[in-house]
């Protein structure tokens, strides 16, 4: 999706996924020690906001400038500060042993750019820090309940399983969850879920 696409669905006023974090990050972000967070691909916010509460130092990426106003704002009504950045993944500004911890919330992108990524993610993160994930897996397009409707932008169980294959994983899962999370994650979804420490 492009970059237009993205500021056009978040260039209103309702937060598009609600305000709310996401739950898998709200089980696992309350146990996280206090460190530097990159959110990649974090949209309207809301997911920085909630570790930026817990007392996290947070930052975010994403490829729109509506996204990354609206996480300004949702982070000045919950009183945190929160870093935005506006960054294309393709360029992004990756650096080796640099965050106690990432996050990537329904983060969708091509096959190559995906793998790039998460390869990335690995370097990235600190020893003893961890990547928590949870995307819609290729099952999804029989759900109708959100996410891409390409079966391209969608995750394969093996694509971490591989990357992180030398992680302590800490939780994996690949089924069903019931999702509300504003008007378009609604419903009975598949996804995958993914908490790893980095040895």
């Keep these: 999706m492009t970059k237009v696409h993205w500021d056009e669905r978040f260039n209103q006023e309702e937060y598009v996924y609600g305000k709310e974090p996401n739950v898998f990050i709200q089980k696992v972000g309350a146990i996280l020690a206090r460190g530097d967070v990159l959110a990649i691909a974090e949209g309207e916010g809301r997911n920085a906001v909630y570790l930026a509460t817990l007392g996290h130092n947070v930052t ?8 990354l106003k609206k996480t300004k704002q949702l982070a ?9 950045v506006c960054v294309d993944l393709n360029e992004a500004p990756w650096k080796e042993d640099k965050w106690d911890h990432i996050i990537c919330v329904f983060g969708h992108f091509d096959k190559s750019l995906r793998h790039q990524t998460l390869k990335q993610i690995e370097k990235a993160v ?23 409707r390409d079966i391209r932008m969608l995750y394969e169980p093996e694509e971490f399983l591989t990357v992180f294959k030398d992680w302590n994983i800490k939780h994996f ?15 009975t979804s598949h996804v995958i879920q993914f908490y790893g420490v980095k040895k």
């Design 60 to 67: 975010t990426w994403d490829y729109s400038q509506e996204g």
């Design 76 to 84: 000045a009504e919950q009183n945190v500060d929160i870093q935005t």
């Design 126 to 148: 600190k020893k003893g820090g961890t990547f928590i994930c949870e995307v819609y897996s290729t099952e999804q397009l029989n759900y109708q309940t959100g996410g891409p």
């Design 173 to 187: 899962f690949l089924g069903e969850v019931v999702r509300k999370e504003g008007i378009l994650h609604e419903g």
